[in-house]
Nanobody, 120 residues
Framework: QVQLVESGGGLVQSGGSLRLSCTAS????????MDWYRRAPGKSRDLVAS???????NYEDSVKGRFTISRDNAKNVMYLQMNNLIPEDTAVYYC??????????????WGQGTQVTVSS
């Protein structure tokens, strides 16, 4: 079983910064892609940024140039550095990981979420 625990959320003023962390534990063999998602009030859960096991990254357009995703495979931690935050970034942020369990099965793991609130 894989556990993902997010931390680092909070309340920040517009233009400020936060760094989210996602610590993975348990049976981590086969973990490859990791992602950050967010769910804003009244909206669906949307992909924010992804990082492969090799370090390749992708970002949702609205966060490009402001957010940076990274991972430390030795420590089993993924980060999301968020700069120049705006009120529209207010959401619950979720850590997600894909794990190849067998040649034909991929497991999807989620954290419990951490609240980020950006005041104007």
């Amino acid at each position: 079983q894989v556990q993902l625990v997010e931390s680092g959320g909070g309340l920040v003023q517009s233009g400020g910064s936060l760094r989210l962390s996602c610590t993975a534990s348990g049976n981590l063999e086969g973990i490859y892609n990791m992602d950050w998602y967010r769910r804003a009030p009244g909206k669906s859960r949307d992909l924010v940024a992804s990082i492969s096991s090799g370090g390749s990254t992708n970002y949702e357009d609205s966060v490009k140039g402001r957010f940076t995703i990274s991972r430390d495979n030795a420590k089993n931690v993924m980060y999301l550095q968020m700069n120049n935050l705006i009120p529209e970034d207010t959401a619950v942020y979720y850590c997600h990981a894909d794990q190849r369990d067998s040649p034909t099965r991929i497991l999807s793991h989620w954290g419990q979420g951490t609240q980020v609130t950006v005041s104007s």
